[in-house]
């Protein structure tokens, strides 16, 4: 991946993920081809350190878009909740707003698509977008508790899961299909023009149905009950046992300070979850004598207990890239930035950000006119840098 990228995610703050070149591309392979090379978004005072990012046009057209995933989500949970209660729903209002988000995302496709084939696009939106679905997506049981309690304790989690295969199903049709008839003008395959970070995506459900997971695990409650079908309380129950041991007793013990060498060490023992989490370390206790990890986790409830914590980490890589991209609204002839998980790429950022005029934010919904290669000033000054790198060389 490129370096800019793996500077970024160096910088976070993680739970479950070990910000490392190795330990990213194991988790997402063909990382370095897949993840989009972020920008650097200057400021309107060019002095200052710019903000790193994926620039977007915050359009009229792209909150149309976010709403109409809403409407349609709402929707598909109607339709859901019908099926379950063997009663009628507004098919016709349903099939309406099916349409419409529909022909939304196969012109952003389209647009993404005819933009450049250099660079893609496509994944940035998606970054973009799953923010929005996971918000709704996310809130479903707390809505079906507030309308209906005993459908919400018997089917909510379940249902969840249930709109999301649905979405995430007919979502990959309608990219596959702009794809297909666009690749015989473009000379080359379908494949090649869907986006390539939206397959990685679709792997891992965390991406489009959570929009935070905290170190004890409990914003995972429905993805353990309504996907897993499994206990998860009693698996974070088992998991919060063996971190209370390690931070109390196991951390004074030889053999599993070595284990925490052998897996990246610690320059400080205050993050006893941190370590939990890094690949390896688990199963290294539980084959330690007198640890109660052996005793908590059989093989099968640690091989489930790793892919989880696998997921988890990974959601964190997405997480982290899509608070990446930068909503800019044009406001006369200034360049503004209100959103304020932008600061995060800048320290001490301020709650608006004024950019550079010489700013050109993605808008989805038109093919661009200038080439992503040509960045800043345009031909005139790529070709004087280009001039410059040539005379030193």
């Not at 986790?297 to 899509?322: G, K, M, N, P, S």
């Not at 909503?327 to 998980?341: F, K, N, Q, Y």
């Not at 709650?351 to 700013?359: G, N, P, R």
């Amino acid at each position: 991946m490129s370096s800019v990228v793996l500077e970024h995610l160096a910088r976070g703050n993680f739970l479950f993920l070990q910000p490392t070149a190795a330990e990213i591309e194991r988790l997402i392979p063909s990382a370095e081809r897949v993840l989009p090379d972020p920008t650097r978004i200057f400021l309107e005072d060019e002095s200052l350190d710019p903000v790193i990012g994926y620039p977007l046009l915050a359009s009229d057209r792209l909150e149309t878009l976010e709403s109409g995933v809403a409407d349609l989500l709402d929707s598909e949970l109607e339709a859901q909740v019908a099926r379950i209660a063997r009663r009628g729903f507004d098919s016709k209002t349903y099939r309406a707003r099916w349409e419409t988000y529909r022909s939304l995302i196969a012109q952003i496709t389209e647009s993404c698509i005819a933009t450049s084939q250099v660079y893609d696009f496509g994944s940035v939106f998606w970054l973009h977008h799953s923010s929005a679905v996971a918000r709704r997506l996310n809130d479903i049981p707390k809505r079906l508790r507030r309308t209906d309690s005993a459908l919400a304790r018997e089917h909510g989690d379940a249902l969840k899961y249930h709109v999301y295969d649905k979405w995430i199903s007919r979502i990959g049709d309608v990219v596959h299909e702009v794809a297909q008839s666009l690749a015989p003008d473009l000379s080359v395959r379908p494949e090649a023009l869907v986006p390539a970070l939206l397959e990685p995506m679709r792997t891992n459900e965390l991406v489009f149905t959570e929009d935070y997971i905290g170190p004890d695990l409990s914003e995972l409650q429905s993805f353990f009950h309504g996907r897993l079908e499994i206990d998860g309380r009693n698996l974070r129950q088992r998991y919060s046992e063996i971190e209370i041991w390690l931070r109390d007793v196991g951390r004074h013990r030889a053999d599993v300070r070595a284990g925490i060498d052998l897996t990246g060490g610690l320059e400080e023992f205050a993050d006893v979850a941190g370590v939990l989490h890094r690949r390896g370390f688990l199963r290294y206790l539980t084959a330690l004598d007198a640890t109660p990890a052996g005793e908590l986790l059989d093989e099968a409830r640690l091989e489930q207990l790793e892919r989880i914590l696998d997921r988890v980490a990974t959601f964190e890589v997405f997480r982290a890239l899509r608070r990446m991209t930068v909503p800019i609204t044009v406001e006369g002839e200034r360049l503004v930035s209100r959103d304020r998980s932008a600061n995060s790429t800048w320290i001490d950022g301020p709650s608006v950000l004024e950019l550079s005029s010489a700013t050109r934010p993605t808008d989805f919904f038109a093919p661009q006119v200038v080439d992503p290669v040509v960045e800043r000033f345009g031909l005139v000054y790529d070709l004087t840098d280009f001039s410059a790198t040539i005379s030193r060389l």
